[in-house]
């Protein structure tokens, strides 16, 4: 009976922790980026990570002299946001080159938080699904 309730709980408890984790890894637009820090970032994409609760990609930047490369983290919306303004998960593969309208991280780390992001070969320009606009209203 003991070995029974035991399981029982230890059941609830990981029922609770799948859920609940998630949740946690989720953040304000506020919390981590700095809305008057705009920037626009021209590189390559090195990786596209499509998943929840948002998409990052990463790019090669050049400085102005073009002498050093810095890789930057772009968080992007959710995957259903970005397929309601046009996405899929081919619009974007590594070795595309991309310009990225983004607002900069507060830690000054090299991330930002992309608002459109334009495919330089095609000159489609893409929304992100940032959360900065909704945030921003409140």
Known sequence: MKSRMFGLVAAVFGVSLAVTT???AHHSFSAEYDSKKQVTLKGIVTKVEWMNPHVYFYIDVKDETGDNIT?????MGPPNGLERSGWTRNTMKVGDEVIVEATLAKDNSKQAN??????????KKLGAASSERLNNQQ
Request: net charge neutral.
């Open 114 to 123: 992309a608002r459109s992001v334009t495919m330089a070969a095609t000159g």
């Open 71 to 75: 890789n930057w983290a772009m968080e």
């Open 22 to 24: 998630p949740l946690l």
